[in-house]
């Protein structure tokens, strides 16, 4: 693993930034899945994350459902990715420290 040269409470920090944001402010299930990515990510059990454990964890699928029958997770880190977009370029387009 390689070092960011970012330390871990100022990842905490950004990460409570993001999701005290307005971007983020009416998205519950997109804050609970940045969220357990980055204390994933924190924890050092960031290789151990597949749509799988993300479905069942994150967003309520039951146990064994099929992610290639079911693209929640492929849909809403789509929608992730463009909400930390927006947030960045419109929010907080100055922060050190982006996610």
Do not use: H, W
Request: proline share 3%; hydrophobic share 35%; aromatic share 8%.
């Amino acid at each position: 693993m390689v070092s960011s040269g970012v330390a871990d409470d100022e990842k905490r920090q950004a990460l409570a930034r993001v999701l005290e944001s307005r971007t983020f402010s009416r998205s519950d299930q997109l804050r609970a899945f940045l969220r357990y990515v980055c204390e994933a990510e924190l924890e050092g059990r960031a290789q151990q994350l597949n749509e799988y454990a993300l479905g069942v964890s994150v967003l309520g699928r039951r146990e064994g459902y099929s992610p290639a029958e079911d693209s929640i997770v492929r849909s809403r880190a789509y929608e992730l990715r463009s909400k930390l977009k927006s947030y960045y370029s419109d929010e907080a387009p100055a922060d050190p420290i982006q996610i």
